[in-house]
């Protein structure tokens, strides 16, 4: 090993004002409070002349345009290469719009310019000020905080709920950092479930995470922040026997008590402190596309849809009128889609990235396959947002995500994109294995 791995690491507060449309639900839901501060998180690496920075904000998701712009002013004004910097979001629904999409209500970019922006910039910049030599504990266990939501009907429907035999990674994993004093300097719990504990409330919150981060902070005196897995299908498990609390904030405060005991619990078995190697990859997966639908088609379908401007329906007409712009200005298909993609591997555990709301069994399938890598953590809306990804198998069965997946974009992602995704992830993987 060349050099020891320093780590600064820094919060700040992006709590909006209240009033703001909420992100999530639909376009008609404002703040009334602020139930719990949302927050910035910065992680800034360092060994050698190897740079990174993990950023973790308490946001629903973050659109590909405000994430090229803050990782780009990141980048300049911190001499950190764009492709060493992750920027995800924890997926709270009660925070503010930070990316347009058509049906859920306006982008609040006042509140990106003059909070969330500022914010990152100030977690950033205290970050990298404070650089300590540190060494690496790894934890892992079970939690059952989340719950496969793609419930089956008994009319074979598939609908937002609790499905008990779904898809559910249960691993949540802990990756503290200790100082040379033997002080902890900070941790990261990594695990994958939706932020929707408190279901369509008027309150700003980080939801469930944001218990679990307050308590293993004040436990264990180091910053403690949560970053986002695969969660496509999976929510929050609430004893309303829901993913979501329908409104009432307790839900979240409930869940969040769940999770800080299983984090603090997984943190407890961290025995063994080691010297780590920072390494990274930033390039690209490359994901298959089917062809556009045809244009009548397309008029077809938006007939319907004319005066719907709301919501998944609001969706749907903006699509459909996209695809028939599209051949109009002289669109071609294309047979892939490349995506852009940050690994930070620091000793035996990869954190990457993935611009997606992934389906569990994504990441379960990446961390299986991958045999340099003990710990493979694949994040959700890491470096921008693209919708949801889902598996080949539940194309067929259709649903919520399946339906937004498909129409994410003018092309839809190929049946099998999920294999791609898998393999051009596990190719990219390799490319660290050397480094031990």
């Known amino acids: 090993m060349s050099s020891k791995l320093f780590l600064g690491v820094a919060r700040s507060v992006i709590t909006p004002e209240v009033g703001g449309n909420l992100m999530g639900y639909n376009p008609t839901t404002y703040s009334e409070s602020i139930h719990d501060d949302l927050t910035a998180t910065a992680f800034a690496f360092s060994q050698g002349e190897t740079k990174a920075l993990l950023v973790t904000v308490s946001l629903c998701v973050i659109g590909f345009d405000i994430n090229e712009k803050t990782v780009t002013m990141i980048s300049e004004k911190f001499d950190i290469p764009k492709h060493n910097i992750i920027l995800?979001?924890?997926?709270?629904?009660?925070?503010?719009?930070?990316?347009?999409?058509?049906?859920?209500?306006?982008?609040?970019?006042?509140?990106?310019?003059?909070?969330?922006?500022p914010g990152i910039m100030k977690a950033c910049g205290e970050a990298v000020g404070k650089m300590q030599p540190v060494k690496v504990g790894i934890g892992t266990g079970e939690s059952?905080?989340?719950?496969?939501?793609?419930?089956?009907?008994?009319?074979?429907?598939?609908?937002?709920?609790?499905?008990?035999?779904?898809?559910?990674?249960?691993?949540?994993?802990?990756?503290?950092?200790?100082?040379?004093?033997?002080?902890?300097?900070?941790?990261?719990?990594?695990?994958?479930?939706?932020?929707?504990?408190?279901?369509?409330?008027?309150?700003?919150?980080?939801?469930?995470?944001?218990?679990?981060?307050?308590?293993?902070?004040?436990?264990?005196?180091?910053?403690?922040?949560?970053?986002?897995?695969?969660?496509?299908?999976?929510?929050?498990?609430?004893t309303n026997g829901r993913t979501t609390g329908i409104g009432n904030v307790k839900f979240a405060e409930e869940l969040g008590g769940y999770a800080a005991r299983d984090a603090k619990t997984i943190f407890d078995g961290i025995k063994a402190y080691h010297?780590?190697?920072?390494?990274?990859?930033?390039?690209?997966?490359?994901?298959?596309?089917?062809?556009?639908?045809?244009?009548?088609?397309?008029?077809?379908?938006?007939?319907?849809?004319?005066?719907?401007?709301?919501?998944?329906?609001?969706?749907?007409?903006?699509?459909?009128?996209?695809?028939?712009?599209?051949?109009?200005?002289?669109?071609?298909?294309?047979?892939?889609?490349?995506v852009q993609q940050t690994i930070i591997r620091i000793g035996d555990v990869a954190i990457v990235s993935f611009p997606f709301e992934l389906f569990s069994e994504i990441g379960m399938r990446i961390d299986a396959y991958c045999e340099e890598i003990p710990y493979v953590l694949s994040l959700?809306?890491?470096?921008?947002?693209?919708?949801?990804?889902?598996?080949?198998?539940?194309?067929?069965?259709?649903?919520?995500?399946?339906?937004?997946?498909?129409?994410?974009?003018?092309?839809?992602?190929?049946?099998?994109?999920?294999?791609?995704?898998?393999c051009n992830t596990l190719e990219n993987l390799k490319q660290l294995s050397n480094v031990k």
């Open 88 to 117: 995800c979001a924890t997926h709270t629904h009660s925070g503010p719009i930070t990316k347009f999409q058509s049906g859920w209500g306006d982008c609040d970019y006042k509140y990106i310019e003059e909070i969330m922006i």
């Open 144 to 238: 059952l905080v989340g719950c496969n939501r793609r419930q089956i009907y008994p009319d074979n429907s598939v609908h937002l709920g609790q499905n008990p035999w779904g898809p559910l990674n249960k691993q949540m994993t802990v990756i503290s950092f200790k100082g040379d004093d033997g002080s902890i300097v900070a941790n990261i719990i990594h695990y994958g479930c939706h932020g929707t504990a408190a279901g369509n409330n008027k309150e700003v919150s980080r939801d469930w995470p944001g218990v679990m981060e307050d308590v293993l902070t004040r436990d264990t005196g180091g910053i403690s922040a949560f970053i986002n897995g695969p969660q496509g299908d999976v929510g929050p498990r609430c």
């Open 275 to 338: 010297d780590a190697e920072l390494s990274m990859f930033g390039g690209f997966v490359a994901v298959p596309l089917d062809k556009r639908i045809p244009r009548e088609e397309a008029e077809e379908l938006l007939e319907p849809l004319k005066d719907k401007f709301v919501n998944q329906a609001g969706g749907q007409r903006a699509y459909y009128e996209e695809i028939i712009e599209s051949y109009e200005n002289g669109y071609e298909d294309a047979a892939e889609r490349q």
């Open 380 to 422: 959700s809306n890491a470096n921008g947002s693209g919708n949801y990804f889902v598996t080949q198998d539940q194309i067929c069965r259709g649903g919520y995500e399946v339906k937004m997946y498909q129409q994410a974009y003018i092309q839809p992602y190929a049946k099998n994109a999920d294999y791609a995704l898998v």
